[in-house]
Every structure is written in C-alpha cells, then in structure tokens.
C-alpha cells in the first residue's frame, strides 16, 4: 500500500490506487493482490500461510543457505530495518482511507454514477447501454470511454454483466437521475427462499 501511495503521489497524472474502478486513472496500481489464489507479491509482502512467510528479496551469496520458513513477518521486518527500509525514508504505509456508507451499510460513491444494466449476458446488457444512449444522445458525448464501466460480476455459479456510468464529464444541470434499468437481471434469485403463499 506504502509503495503504491508513493508512486501515486509522485506520478498522480498517470498512476492511482484507488480501489473503485470508477474513481481510477491511468495505471492502476494494485496492492491488494495477497489473496490466497494469487500470485503476484510485491518486496516484503506477507502470504497468506499459517506461518505468515513474507516475500522477501535475496542477495545472491544468500540464495544457497535460504530457508523459506526463516522469511517469516518478524525476520522480514528487522531485515528492513538493518537495510534501510522505507521507514527511514518516510515511507510508511498509509492508513487504508475511511469507509463511506449509506444507511444500508454500503459503499456510497464519491462520484456521479449511474447504473443502466444488470444481465445475464454482456450481449444483452450492451444492447441495454445503446438504448440508453440513444434516449440521452445529449449526454454520450461528454462521457469518455473510461465512464463507461462495463463489470463481470460473479454470481452463485456464473457471472453476469453490470453497466454504470461515471457522469463526472457531464455538466451538473445536464446529469440524467438514475432511471428504471435496461435490463434489470437479479443474479440471486435463484437463491431465495420460495415466497410463502399461504
């Protein structure tokens, strides 16, 4: 996270770790890639073992005595320390930013979005996007092709497809309010309980 807020800070017009994909530029840069089905790690990154085991880098007169089990958090911090780590430098990771949520406990956005599809297929949430469109050819042009978030969502054995729409390019007065879906799929209907009808 430290380095990434870094190379955010020095490079602001061309990297960001924003995590929402709505509010991202340029080159996203990732720190949250230390999930146990992933395989990128980062210079000191802690895996997730029992044992905490931490990616840590090597000189080469150290690769034929290396013990992966000795690269554990406390080894890997103390090994930062004794080489100059980012503390020295001021480069301490951040605190992660703070949650904003609406009364229902969810992520509230920052930025003016708009949802136009939810579907089963991409095919047919696209086709839900264009009729939109066509209804608010004022508004496309003022969108750039980065708010056009088109996501695969993963649903209980298969995705589906969620179109928003960033609107911060669109002047204030000009921004259409959130409509009835195109295509408005529910990705979890299958899992509710049948409706009691006695």
């Known amino acids: 996270m430290a380095l990434a807020r870094e190379v955010e800070r020095r490079v602001p017009d061309l990297a960001t770790s924003k995590w929402w994909k709505e509010e991202r530029h340029g080159v996203f840069l990732d720190y949250n890639q230390n999930a146990k089905d992933r395989t990128v790690a980062s210079v000191y990154s802690v895996r997730p ?3 905490a085991r931490v990616s840590t880098p090597l000189l080469w007169n150290e690769v034929p005595g290396c013990r992966p089990e ?19 430098r001021g480069l ?10 609406g009364p229902t406990r969810r992520r509230r956005s ?3 979005l708009i949802e136009v599809a939810r579907s ?9 996007l264009e009729r939109w469109k066509a209804r608010h050819a004022d508004v496309w042009p003022y969108l750039e092709p980065a708010d056009a978030l088109v996501d695969s969502m993963r649903g209980r054995s298969s995705t589906w497809t969620r179109i928003r729409l960033n609107l911060r390019h669109v002047p204030e ?10 295509v408005d ?14």
Do not use: I, N
Not at 70 to 79: E, L
Not at 173 to 182: F, H, I, N, T
Not at 193 to 198: C, N
């Open 49 to 51: 073992t029992a044992d």
């Open 92 to 101: 301490v990771p951040l605190p992660a930013p703070g949650k904003t949520s």
């Open 120 to 128: 089963g297929t991409q095919a047919e949430a696209m086709a839900g």
């Open 173 to 182: 007065g000009q921004r259409p309010p959130q409509e009835p879906l195109e």
């Open 110 to 112: 920052s930025v003016p």
């Open 185 to 198: 799929y529910d990705p979890w209907a299958d899992a509710k309980p049948p409706h009691d009808q006695s």
């Open 70 to 88: 000795d690269r554990h958090r406390a080894a890997a911090a103390g090994r930062a320390r004794r080489s100059g780590g980012w503390h020295r």
